[in-house]
């Protein structure tokens, strides 16, 4: 089974920065797609960003594009998500993702995965 655990969320200032990491473990391979998914109480879970394994495309969603960097070490097993210009909009706990078919930015595609880290913006 694919293992994902995330971290480096925390509290910041609005228009502050921070580096989330997601540590990949086990039986997925590089071709899978990577994504980072956010969810804010009261909300849905809502697609960030994604880089796809076939080819490395890069995805963002609309509300991220220009802030938000997502990359991955593939020897190393991580994935990453550089957040600059932070807003309070962008409160919400952080889910790291991997998914082997599917459409990059649907919840339904990912089959596996993490805990989650929760990242706080203050005004």
């Known amino acids: 089974q694919v293992q994902l655990v995330e971290s480096g969320g925390g509290l910041v200032q609005a228009g502050g920065s921070l580096r989330l990491s997601c540590a990949a473990s086990?039986?997925?391979?590089?071709?899978?797609?990577m994504a980072w998914f956010r969810q804010a109480p009261g909300k849905e879970r809502e697609f960030v960003a994604a880089?796809?394994?076939?080819?490395?495309?890069?995805k963002y969603a609309d509300s991220v594009k220009g802030r938000f960097t997502i990359s991955r070490d593939t020897v190393a097993r991580m994935v990453y998500l550089q957040m600059n210009g932070l807003d309070s909009e962008d409160t919400a706990v952080y889910y790291c993702a991997a998914a082997s078919s599917g459409a990059y930015n649907l919840k339904t595609s990912y089959s596996f995965w993490g805990q989650g880290t929760q990242v706080t913006v203050s005004s």
């Open positions: 086990g039986r997925i391979s590089s071709w899978y797609t």
């Open positions: 880089i796809l394994g076939s080819g490395g495309s890069i």
